[in-house]
């Protein structure tokens, strides 16, 4: 079976932005990129499957971007896939714009399982796997906690608000991987130095529209900082009273 | 997990090729993930972490320059160093065990084993099945190895083996030692297997430092070795020292580790800490402290890469590690004291990495060659004469 993993190469979490000169897009400068931590569930979980099927099924990780997105795909050639795609478009797409790519691809691989992250943390639209399938006529099961296939079958469950839902569905399917469904392997040294010798296909990526398009980037207002308005318990009813009327929170 | 980002003031990353950089990183998020969260606990109870040797194998830590074919990851000495260095920035014995089973048991068998030897050996060190120590060092020659008095007597299908090592790293846990006794006089390595009638390997306790590391002796009544557990190649004690050469060359880098986990603990707390209504950091004495450790961390990684493609090219010398390594160790040891005292009273628990590293470095400066061995070393290649012999 062929099976795809899309991945997105996204700001560190641990780093701080800054916006870019043209107000619309982040300055890159002095921003460590990482592989959207996400899609390192979806990498594992990918990874797994092929494992439990053995024979020759194939892992392909795609990604859209620009060649900076290639550090990526070597990171998850490294723990273990097979082939690696770079769809190349210097411009920035939104989610829609990126699925179209994607869906486009993956039909002609014939991928019949795909893996998305839940959410890339860069954005956070939490939409481009639904939008990927619904373009490709698959099932989609989002936020996967548990997957498991059994030929066509697919059980998988997926958090809910105060717990848990099961869902059966069958191939072809996309599933978005949540926290939580599997731990990510590290790229072995072994895995790294294999990456060196398998090649990432580079292409354009399909033309696809844009439905919206960013006006312009801000950063939130710095916080205000804490008061202290008293060590011991004498502080308290004044602690309550702004609570009440300052926070509004009781 | 807490993400460590390491301190890279000239942008020496961009001097590292896409995997070196690459393994930097796994290293470093392996250390994140397995070895910070559990090591204050190990050093408390002078417990070494076991249970991390199978995880390291997978990732593939164990010999990694060596060939492929002996399941080995065949790294450049570049990002062998930049292992030796994320594993040092969790602490110095878990480099320790790393550098012990590369660089003192994988090494020497690679390089003077016969293959028979290696194909039994080397695949099971690289996976973590089989655990191996170096015993060179006796109870009454360290900085002057070349006195040593194990001695092997050939008989009938093998040697006969008499004598005793101390401070080896790995010793009581090893499945298998690499020994160096003489034989007619000429010194030469032995593979001394655990379980072999006459070896025995108590661990050696009440250490202040290395204490998550295990150091034993080995003692030798009259063990029988079968032939097949002689070293062919070894020719001498220049052998033993060719072995010290590779791990000095780790530790070089090791230490870097440790001066960068001591230099963010400091930085961070010196941020944080207020006394007379600032941050410590914001008083001259304190920034004083920060920009030699800086400046040193730097100074060390510029020294590193070059040792690192110097030997990478075949070109490196002895006396070049023996610099680096002297150098190094001294400047780790300066940043864990500095460091230590920025953190004032909290310095010393081991609620922060400090105090460890501080002791931890007390070992690393001695072993491998101490402090005052490497000054002779360089001294002579520098002026020609002599000061030890
Ligand atoms: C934790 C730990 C782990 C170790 N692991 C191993 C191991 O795995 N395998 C192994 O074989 N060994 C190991 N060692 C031993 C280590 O290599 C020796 O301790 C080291 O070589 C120094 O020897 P020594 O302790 O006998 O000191 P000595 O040689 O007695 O030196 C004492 C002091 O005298 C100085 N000195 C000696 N000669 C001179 C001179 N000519 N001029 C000026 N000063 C001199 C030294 O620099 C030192 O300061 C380990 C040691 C430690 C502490």
Redesign the pocket.
């Given at each position: 079976m062929k099976i795809a993993v899309c991945v997105s190469h996204v700001p560190d979490t641990a780093t701080r932005v800054k916006i870019g000169a043209d107000r619309k897009s982040i300055d890159p400068n002095g921003v460590t990129f990482i592989i959207n931590p996400y899609d390192e569930y979806a990498v594992e979980e990918a990874l797994k499957t092929k494992e439990k099927l053995g024979g020759d099924s194939l892992v392909y990780v795609i990604s859209v971007g620009t060649d900076a997105n290639k550090e990526t795909l070597r990171k998850a050639l490294a723990m273990g896939a097979d082939e690696a795609i770079l769809l190349k478009d210097d411009n920035p797409r939104d989610s829609f714009g990126i699925a179209g790519a994607l869906a486009d691809e993956i039909k002609s691989l014939g991928c019949e399982l795909v893996f998305f992250g839940k959410q890339s943390v860069d954005y956070d639209d939490s939409i481009v796997g639904q939008i990927t399938a619904e373009m490709l006529n698959y099932n989609c099961v989002h936020i996967v906690v548990d997957f498991k296939l059994d030929g066509n079958k697919i059980t998988a469950e997926r958090e809910i608000e105060g717990g848990r839902e099961v869902i059966e569905t069958e191939l072809p399917a996309i599933i978005t991987a949540q926290k939580g469904l599997n731990e990510p392997r590290y790229a072995s040294l072994k895995g790294i130095m294999a990456a060196k010798k398998k090649v990432i296909t580079e292409k354009p990526a399909a033309a696809s529209t844009n439905f919206s398009e960013v006006i312009e980037m801000n950063l939130p207002a710095p916080k205000k900082p804490g008061r202290i308005i008293g060590t011991d318990s004498s502080a308290v009813p004044e602690l309550v009273k702004l609570l009440r009327e300052e926070a509004k929170v009781i | 997990m807490n993400k460590f980002s390491g301190l890279d003031y000239f942008d020496i990353t961009s001097l590292l090729s896409e995997d070196e950089i690459m393994i930097r990183n796994t290293v470093r998020d392996f250390v994140s993930a397995e070895v910070i969260p559990i090591i204050e606990e190990h050093n408390r109870l002078s417990k070494f972490p076991i249970q991390l040797v199978p995880k390291m194998a997978e990732l593939g830590i164990l010999g990694p320059t060596l060939p492929a074919k002996y399941d080995c990851a065949e790294l450049n000495n570049v990002a062998y160093g930049l292992i030796m260095q994320e594993l040092e920035r969790g602490d110095s014995g878990i480099r320790s065990f790393a550098s012990?089973q590369s660089a003192l048991v994988m090494y020497p068998i690679f390089t003077f084993g016969s293959e028979e030897q290696k194909q039994r050996w080397l695949p099971q060190l690289a996976k973590g099945e089989k655990i191996g120590?170096?015993?060179?060092?006796e109870p009454d020659y360290?900085?002057?190895p070349g006195g040593l008095i194990t001695k092997a007597e050939k008989v009938d299908g093998g040697y006969i083996l008499n004598g005793a090592?101390m401070?080896?790293?790995n010793g009581t846990i090893a499945d298998i030692a690499v020994v160096w006794a003489r034989l007619d006089g000429i010194v030469k390595g032995f593979l001394v297997e655990k379980g072999m009638k006459g070896f025995s390997a108590p661990e050696m306790r009440g250490k202040h430092?290395?204490k998550a590391s295990v150091?034993s002796e080995l003692l030798f009544d009259n063990v029988f070795l079968p032939d097949e557990n002689l070293l062919p190649k070894t020719v001498g004690l220049k052998n033993a020292l060719m072995c010290l050469n590779q791990a000095r060359y780790g530790i070089a880098w090791g230490v870097v580790g440790s001066m960068m986990a001591c230099y963010d603990s400091a930085l961070t707390y010196a941020k944080s800490r207020i006394q007379f209504s600032k941050p410590i950091a914001s008083y001259q004495l304190t920034q004083d402290k920060l920009v030699y450790m800086v400046t040193e961390i730097t100074k060390a990684q510029l020294l590193n890469l070059q040792l690192g493609r110097l030997k990478d090219k075949g070109l490196l010398k002895f006396t070049q590690v023996s610099l680096a390594k002297r150098n190094n160790c001294e400047k780790a040891l300066d940043i864990a004291r500095i460091s230590r005292q920025i953190l004032g009273a909290n310095g010393i628990l081991d609620e922060y990495p400090v105090m460890r590293h501080a002791a931890n470095l007390e070992?690393v400066i001695?072993?491998?060659?101490?402090?005052?061995?490497h000054t002779?070393i360089v001294g002579e290649d520098i002026t020609g004469y002599s000061a030890?012999d």
């Open positions: - | 012990v120590c170096f015993g060179l060092t360290g900085s002057n090592k401070w080896i790293t430092s290395l150091t070992s001695t072993y491998e060659g101490t402090h005052e061995m002779l030890f």
